[in-house]
């Protein structure tokens, strides 16, 4: 089993910045790629962005490229997300996402982000 724990949510006004972390325990030596997904009120759960384990390689949703950024630190076992221009379609809830071995799966709790007008 992996737990992750998500912080840095919160309130901004559009234009600002955020930084989410995602501290991952347990049997992190089996996490292969990390993702970060959000889900507005409503709407499904998208996608946002993602990793691999070396970081070498990232991803984006078309909606955040160039605002947004993912990174990884392994010795800390924990996942990044640094957001910048934010903008109000930006407020969700955003969830960490790890794929394991096995092909396991696992899901954060959430931290709420919303952005203000």
């Known amino acids: 089993q992996v737990q992750l724990v998500e912080s840095g949510g919160g309130l901004v006004q559009a234009g600002g910045s955020l930084r989410l972390s995602c501290a991952a325990s347990?049997?992190?030596?089996?996490?292969?790629?990390m993702n970060w997904f959000r889900q507005a009120p409503g709407k499904q759960r998208e996608f946002v962005a993602g990793?691999?384990?070396?970081?070498?390689?990232?991803y984006y949703a078309d909606s955040v490229k160039g605002r947004f950024t993912i990174s990884r630190d392994n010795a800390k076992n924990t996942l990044y997300l640094e957001m910048n221009s934010l903008k109000v379609e930006d407020t969700a809830v955003y969830y960490c996402?790890?794929?394991?071995?096995?092909?396991?799966?696992?899901w954060g709790q959430g931290t709420q982000v919303t952005v203000s007008s």
């Open positions: 347990g049997r992190t030596f089996s996490i292969l790629g």
């Open positions: 990793i691999s384990w070396s970081g070498g390689n990232t």
């Open positions: 996402h790890v794929e394991a071995g096995g092909q396991a799966r696992y």
